[in-house]
């Protein structure tokens, strides 16, 4: 079963860049198919899907969050990541990376000086 995980700092000054790591086990992000996902859930509200990085490194993002968003990737190390720039407190929440069927068990985010 392909497990991800995700890793990164739990609290981050507003204004800054909030950099988050998902590592892939079980599976390589470059396989034919697999679509790997960013999603992050604020608290008290629903999901919100942020962005993707496909198997062949295309890459897809929120329209809503395009403009300071980033998403890429080291198939070396099979890893994908996520950018998140001009942060603001309500980009505090719950992160989530996602494919081929699982998810990870979410990262912890705060914005808060």
């Known amino acids: 079963q392909v497990q991800l995980q995700e890793s990164g700092p739990g609290l981050v000054n507003p204004s800054q860049t909030l950099s988050l790591t998902c590592t892939v086990s079980a599976a390589s992000i470059t396989s034919n198919g697999g679509y790997w996902n960013w999603i992050r859930q604020p608290p008290g509200k629903g999901l919100e899907w942020m962005g993707r990085?496909?198997?062949?490194?295309?890459?897809s993002y929120s329209p809503a969050l395009k403009s300071h968003t980033s998403i890429s990737r080291d198939t070396a190390k099979n890893q994908f990541f996520l950018r998140l720039s001009f942060l603001t407190p309500e980009d505090t929440g719950t992160y989530y990376c996602a494919g081929m069927g699982s998810w990870g068990q979410g990262t912890q985010v705060t914005v808060s000086s």
């Open positions: 990085i496909e198997y062949s490194g295309r890459i």
